[in-house]
């Protein structure tokens, strides 16, 4: 009992899992006190709160009829394409943010933008620019995203202790070598850990995005929250937003693995993949030397000059 009241004291993996299903069991029990009985007994009424009874009951009715796993894949698609354009420009712009002050003055305006509009906002301009397709979607997760990943690598980067530039300088490192070589590898560390905090964000925002559903395409979880308030049944509302946080919580510990092995040094994995990463990195690096230095050899024979025929006395 004195360990539990430790501010701040680690407690053992069983304790943590004894805790957490504690909260799980805490929050079922007190769902089906306020639902028990008959409808006019109850707490709560179905109209308002189903029983667990009854919401799990309709679960085949989701999987089948509503096509549960086409919706999923829907919607983990539009988030993984518009968060990875997203991620392809708010990176590379952030590293130079954080890199050049006047670059990130520059974009300051954008960011601050970008990370305090509404994103219920974002709903009618996405509209009007791109229609209410996929392509609608895609963007919308891109334009809720992109500041907020431009802003989290520029301050990954301008957070690296600055004696690491000046040892790289001591040793005769010129300016792209101190980006690539240093400030990139140093930061990527948190940028990665930004990143997977973003996704779940994003992955709560493509419900607003999937409000509108166009033709014949997969509406998405969004839909079937819509769909569900408008028509019912109500419980399939319920069992959504149980799906939505553990669909979120199986990719965020996967990429959470994925950091761990990349980072071993810093998240205290085993280094499986920076392992492969580094050794791809320095294949490439030795295949590129080899070609520099086979085309420099063949610049060299170009210039030498042709050998003159010996004349016969």
């Known amino acids: 009992m004195r360990t539990l009241l430790t501010i701040r004291s680690e407690i053992p993996f069983w304790q943590r899992m004894f805790f957490g299903i504690a909260c799980v069991a805490l929050c079922l029990g007190l769902w089906w006190f306020v639902t028990r009985g008959e409808a006019e007994q109850r707490i709560l009424g179905p109209t308002v709160l189903p029983s667990p009874r009854e919401t799990f009951a309709t679960f085949p009715d989701l999987w089948f009829d509503r096509e549960l796993t086409r919706n999923v894949w829907a919607s983990l698609r539009r988030v993984a394409l518009g968060f990875g354009l997203a991620t392809l420009i708010g990176v590379p712009f952030g590293v130079l943010g ?10 300051a305006p954008l960011s601050i933008f970008g990370r305090n509009i509404p994103v219920a906002a974002l709903i009618p301009l996405t509209f009007s620019l791109f229609g209410i397709g996929e392509q609608q979607k895609i963007m919308f997760i891109f334009i809720a995203c992109v500041a907020f990943i431009l802003s989290d690598s520029s301050r990954a980067v301008m957070d690296v202790d600055r004696r690491y530039m000046d040892t790289a300088y001591t040793l005769g490192a010129g300016r792209r070598q101190v980006i690539l070589k240093v400030l990139v590898p140093l930061a990527m560390p948190s940028i990665f850990n930004s990143l997977r905090l973003l996704f779940g964000l994003a992955f709560g925002y493509i419900m607003l995005a999937e409000l509108v559903k166009f033709g014949g395409e997969s509406g998405g979880l969004g839909d079937i929250i819509l769909m569900s308030q408008r028509r019912g049944p109500r419980e399939h509302i319920l069992l959504v937003l149980m799906i939505i946080p553990l669909v979120a919580m199986a990719i965020d510990r996967m990429l959470f693995w994925v950091q761990c092995e990349l980072f071993p040094h810093r998240y ?29 050899q063949a610049v060299a024979v170009s210039r030498e000059p042709a050998p003159t025929p010996d004349k016969k006395a």
Not at 269 to 295: P, Q, V
């Open 98 to 107: 954080g890199c050049f002050s006047w670059f990130n003055a520059f974009l």
């Open 268 to 296: 205290g994995g085993y280094g499986i993949l920076n392992r492969g990463l580094r050794k791809a990195l320095h294949t490439w690096e030795d295949f590129r030397n080899m070609f520099r230095r086979s085309a420099a």
